[in-house]
C-alpha cells in the first residue's frame, strides 16, 4: 500500500457553497474520422506451403556427421597370443588351477622368461553379451589401475575372440585358504599379519573408491578373491 494512501479516512461532505454551475454538454458532436484505406489497396501476401509428413532421403541423412562412438585408450600391457597361452598353462591343464569362479578360472602358467604368472580365463558362455570392445574397454581400465595391495595387469589375450587376463602371481594363496585351511605345513595367521592384511585391502578399496575417476566398485570382495605374497600383503 503507497504511503499517500490511507486506510479508514472520514469522508468529508463536499459543501454545497462550492458547487459551480456546470455547462450542458453539446448533443451533436462530430468526430473526424479518417478514412482507412480498402482491403484492395492493403498488398497482402499468401502464407507459405507447410509440407506436412515430409520424407527425408538418403541425400538428407548422409549430409549430417555421424557421432562416432568414443575408443578406449591404448593398453600399455604385453599382448600374448592363444599359443603363448596355451604353452604356459600346459594347455589350461586342470592341474594349473588355482581358482574357479563362475565366470572366470584362474591358472598358474610359467611363461618363457621363467616367470610365474596367473592367466585369469573369462567364460564367453556365461557372459554372452560380453563383446571384444568391451573386454577391451575393462583391460583399458585395468591396466591403469597402479597401487601396492592391487594385482598388476601384465598382459592381455583377445585372439580368436578368446578374453584372457594376465596377471601377477602371488604364491601364497587366498585368505580364505590361509583363515580355514590351517595344517602343519601352513601356520595360522598371527594377530599382526591379520591387521596388515585388513589396512592393506582397506587401502586398496579407498583408492579404487576415493582416488580412481570415475569410482570402481569391486562388487565381488571377500578372503577368496584376497591373495597373499611371500611378505603376507594383501592383492585383489
Known amino acids: 500500500m503507497p504511503e499517500h494512501y490511507e486506510l479508514r479516512q472520514p469522508f468529508n461532505s ?70 603363448d597361452l596355451q604353452m604356459a598353462t600346459d594347455s589350461f591343464n586342470m592341474d594349473n588351477l588355482i581358482g574357479g569362479y563362475i565366470w572366470t578360472r584362474v ?20 557372459l554372452p553379451s560380453q563383446s571384444s570392445d568391451d573386454f577391451y574397454e575393462l583391460v583399458s581400465n585395468i591396466s591403469k589401475l597402479h597401487h601396492p595391495n592391487l594385482s598388476e595387469l601384465v598382459g592381455y589375450c583377445m585372439e580368436h575372440g578368446k578374453h ?17 585351511l590351517s595344517d602343519e605345513y601352513n601356520k595360522p595367521l598371527s594377530w599382526n599379519s591379520r591387521v596388515k592384511i585388513a589396512l592393506g585391502s582397506a587401502r586398496a578399496l579407498e583408492y579404487l573408491h576415493e582416488i580412481c575417476s ?22 585383489f
Open 14 to 83: 463536499f459543501p454545497l457553497n462550492e458547487v459551480k454551475e456546470m455547462k450542458p454538454v453539446q448533443e451533436a458532436t462530430t468526430v473526424e474520422v479518417e478514412s482507412l484505406p480498402s482491403p484492395a489497396a492493403v498488398n497482402l501476401k499468401p502464407p507459405p506451403k507447410i509440407e506436412r509428413n515430409h520424407s527425408f532421403d538418403d541425400d538428407d541423412i548422409a549430409s549430417k556427421p555421424v557421432a562416432k562412438k568414443s575408443t578406449a585408450a591404448p593398453v600399455k600391457a604385453t599382448v600374448y597370443s592363444v599359443a
Open 107 to 126: 591358472y598358474g602358467a610359467q611363461v618363457s622368461d621363467g616367470k610365474v604368472l596367473a592367466v585369469k580365463k573369462l567364460n564367453i558362455t556365461a
Open 164 to 180: 584372457l587376463l594376465v596377471l601377477d602371481f602371488h604364491r601364497n594363496g587366498s585368505l580364505h585358504d590361509m583363515l580355514h
Open 214 to 235: 570415475p569410482s570402481i566398485i569391486h562388487k565381488n570382495f571377500k578372503s577368496s578373491n584376497i591373495l597373499l605374497d611371500t611378505a603376507q600383503s594383501s592383492h
